[in-house]
């Protein structure tokens, strides 16, 4: 008999499969620089006054269930939040607190997709989002994202393609975006965001926008929520304390459906049922993040100099890449990915999965293919990390490449 289902098999996550081969050269004494994962409280300590709001709420004894959908404190957080930000007015049954943005995704594709249903999703694509939806049986419209137009997209062909899906019978439920982007680091401007809202509307579909890096932003770039813009479209919005908060442990997200639509009240409906699935979420945690949000002037202070450190730490990274004559970046300007192409033509190795495997196996560095996220040919970097460490780096991935020369 086989045990797992046909769809579990696309259930992976290609920025832990080198784990095993990390474990082994751990245990051989060997120092691994690692630039896989996107994890800032790695690098920059979670903040202080959040550290003290989560002790102070085991002390006061909150250590029960509380709300499926999230304690009343810290959707109102995230309410005023949406209201200093983006000057909108969101009620509290509009926001679900679920276990980090993944746990909403896993919800969402849950609810929606029934195999062979079709969503758009945008290449390259945050591997977990993508994964979460083939996983229940979704079948893709990828659309790509224009490398040589600083990963742009053309929409008049998005609007075409979603045309002639839906003409020849499929069910199309949703765009999804990630802006800022993780893996490019790019943040769509605000004409490409409301032509993406014209089309969800044009074809009757719903939106999703993953905002969970709304405020890493630099190099210039301006950020639109598309809480700003999407008018009477049905739409979500997912975010949380991951990244703006630099507290990836506390496992906090939020999803935001703040439609006054048919379809929105529905997706709300349906949200408090898969909330109380689970019970609810860690609930010291959740006063934490509620005192993270409300505390303005801490939170200022720390993602200014945070936003500083990695505006500084990409573009330091960019420069030394694009000197490189074996890969290419177009520099980021939100988050702290970065996704150079290699130039597999000047290299013997077969893929950039092979890259990744034997730039491990011999310079100790660790990366993440572009494969994993839609994107053949390239990897993906992290500018967290210091300037020294990112500096030496990716020296040892030049040696790699003069190494593997043809
Ligand atoms: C675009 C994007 N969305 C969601 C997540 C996951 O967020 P969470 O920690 O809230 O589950 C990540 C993590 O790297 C991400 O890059």
Same mark, same amino acid.
């Given at each position: 008999?086989? #045990?797992? *289902? $046909? ?7 290609? %920025? ?9 050269? =751990? ?5 691994? *620089? ?16 959040? #550290? ?18 999230? %304690? ?12 200093? @930000?983006?000057?909108?007015? #969101? ?14 995704? %896993? ?53 075409? $393609? ?13 765009? *999804? ?14 004409? =490409? ?25 630099? +190099?210039?770039?301006?950020?639109? /929520? ?16 991951? $990244? ?19 379809? /929105? ?5 349906? @949200?408090?049922?898969?909330?109380? @699935?689970?019970?609810?979420? +860690? ?34 990274? *960019?420069?030394?890449?694009?000197? /490189? ?19 597999? +033509? ?21 990366? =993440? ?5 839609? !994107? ?18 990716? !020296?040892?991935?030049? $040696? ?7």
């Amino acid at each position: 008999m086989e #045990i797992l *289902s $046909k769809l579990s098999r696309y259930a992976e996550n290609a %920025i832990e499969e080198e784990n095993p081969t990390v474990e082994r050269l =751990t245990k051989e004494g060997k120092e691994i *620089s690692k630039l896989n994962i996107g994890d800032p409280a790695r690098f920059f300590p979670t903040p202080k006054y959040m #550290i003290d709001a989560y002790i102070k709420a085991l002390k006061d004894g909150r250590t029960s269930y509380v709300e499926p959908e999230g %304690i009343p404190e810290l959707r109102d957080a995230v309410a005023a939040r949406y209201k200093r @930000m983006y000057h909108k007015e #969101i009620d509290r049954q509009s926001i679900f607190i679920t276990h980090g943005v993944s746990e909403s995704l %896993i919800f969402l594709n849950s609810m929606f997709i029934d195999p062979g249903d079709m969503a758009v999703l945008f290449k390259p694509y945050y591997s977990v989002c993508y994964t979460g939806f083939r996983v229940f049986g979704g079948d893709p419209i990828l659309q790509g994202y224009q490398e040589d137009r600083n990963w742009d997209l053309d929409t008049d062909e998005l609007d075409r $393609k979603i045309k002639e899906n839906v003409k020849a019978g499929r069910m199309v439920k949703y765009i *999804s975006i990630t802006n800022p982007s993780n893996p490019t680091g790019m943040v769509l401007e605000r004409k =490409t965001l409301e032509r993406i809202v014209d089309i969800a509307n044009n074809n009757r579909l719903v939106l999703i926008s993953d905002e969970i890096y709304d405020e890493v932003i630099y +190099n210039g770039a301006k950020f639109t /929520s598309i809480s700003e813009i999407a008018r009477d479209v049905p739409h979500i919005i997912f975010n949380g304390a991951s $990244k703006d908060l630099d507290a990836t442990g506390f496992r906090i997200g939020f999803a935001i459906v703040p439609g006054e639509d048919k379809v /929105s009240d529905q997706i709300r409906k349906k @949200m408090v049922d898969y909330c109380s @699935m689970r019970l609810c979420v +860690n609930t010291p945690a959740q006063y934490a993040v509620a005192d993270g949000i409300n505390n303005i002037k801490e939170h200022a202070r720390e993602i200014n100099v945070f936003v500083k450190a990695i505006e500084e730490r990409a573009n330091f990274a *960019s420069k030394l890449i694009n000197e /490189s004559e074996y890969m290419h970046v177009v520099p980021p300007r939100g988050a702290y990915y970065l996704l150079p192409k290699l130039d597999m +033509n000047r290299l013997d190795v077969k893929n950039d999965g092979e890259f990744v495997h034997k730039l491990l196996e011999e310079e100790q560095v660790l990366l =993440t293919r572009g494969s994993g996220f839609g !994107a053949r040919g390239h990897v993906r970097l992290v500018a967290l990390p210091p300037k020294d460490v990112l500096g030496h780096a990716i !020296a040892k991935i030049n $040696k790699f490449c003069e190494n593997h020369s043809k």
